[in-house]
C-alpha cells in the first residue's frame, strides 16, 4: 500500500553563538562561518535534492526551519539555503513557511530577503525581557534587543511569533506577568509559552544537583501558565494548543500538522520524519526507526495529540476509533470523573487541569493501544 505525501517539511539548523543553560536540544556553540557549518548545509541540501527528485517535497504545504538558531548562519548563507528551497518546492503550495530567530542574529536585511524567497513567519526566542532572567539563563541578548527583533520581524512579516519561558531562575510571578504584557504591547500575533524543565546534561541540571540552584516550583509554574490564560485571552489571544497563544488566523499550521496526523519530512541532525498509509505509521531520526504503529496505535496516538488542542476530539472521530479501541470511551469517561477532560457540544475537549497533568491524560489514551 502506498504511502500518503508528505505535507510539512522541518530543517534542523543545529548551530548557535552559545549554548543556553537548560538546553539538550541536538545543538552546538560554533563560528558560523566554520567549515563544520560550510559540509553540514552542503550535505543537507544534497539530501534535499535527492528527496525533491523522488517526488517527496511536491506537496510540502508548510516548511519550518528551526535548530539551534538558523539566523546564526548569517545573511549569505541563510539566504542562500532559502533560496535553494525556493527551487526544491512548489512555493504556490506553501501556506506558511517559517524561521526561527534569536534576537541577536536576526537582521534587517535577513528578514527583509528571506520574506521574498518566501518566508512569512517569524519565531523568536525571546524566553524573557528581563535582563537579569536572561543572564541567567545564559542568552546571548537583553530585554532592548529583543524588543528590536520583534519591530524588524514585523518589517515584512505580519505573523509574527515569541516564545517565552516561565519558572525560570529569579523569575517572580509578577516578572512573568510583565513578560506576556510586553510580548502583547509589540504587537505581536502568536506566543509560545513553557515551563522551564531541568534536563540531565546540562548546566542547570549539574546545579541543581550540587545544591547552588533549585529545581522548578510546579505549582509556581501551573500559576504562572493560568497567568498566561488570563492576561492574553482579553488580549485577543486564543488558546489554540496547550503551549500556544494566537490571535485568530495566526495559529501555527505547522504545529497544527504534528498533533493532527499529516506527514512530515525533517531534514538535519535529530530531525524526525513521519510517514504513513492507512494501515502503519513509521517515524525515521537519523535513519533509525524509533517508531512502527499499527493501525490501533495510530488511532490511540492521533487522539492522544488531538487532546493537545483546545478543539480536542469531536464524537465521529472518537466513534471511529473504537473501532480499533475499544475500551475507548470507557477511558474517556474515567477521564471526565479525573476533571482531565469535558464533552461539550459533541466534543471531548481539555480541561484546565487536563492542560496542567497532560502526561496523565494523554497517557491514559495511549495505554489503550
Known sequence: MPFDPHKALYIHIPFCLSRCNYCDFATESCKSDSKHVRKYLDNLMFEMRESSKKGLLSEIETVYIGGGTPTHLGHKQLIELLYFLSTMLYMKNVKEFTIEANPESLTEEIVKDAWALGVNRISIGVQSFDDGVLNALGRAHDSDRAKQAVEVAKLRCENVSVDLMCGLPGQTESMWQKDLETAVSLGVKHISVYPLTIEEHTPFYKQCMKGQMSFPDEDLQADMMNDAERILKPCGFERYEVASYAISGFESRHNISYWTGVPYLGFGRSAASMTQNDQRRMRIQDGVVTDDLNRAQMEAED???????????????????????????????????????????????????????????????????
Open 303 to 369: 487522539i492522544m495529540l488531538m487532546f493537545r488542542m483546545s478543539k480536542g476530539v469531536g464524537d465521529s472521530r472518537i466513534f471511529q476509533a473504537s473501532n480499533y479501541l475499544p475500551e475507548l470511551q470507557n477511558t474517556l469517561e474515567n477521564l471526565i470523573e479525573k476533571g482531565l477532560i469535558e464533552h461539550v457540544d459533541g466534543r471531548y475537549v481539555p480541561t484546565n487541569k487536563g492542560w496542567l497533568c497532560g502526561n496523565e491524560l494523554y497517557g491514559e489514551i495511549f495505554d489503550l493501544a
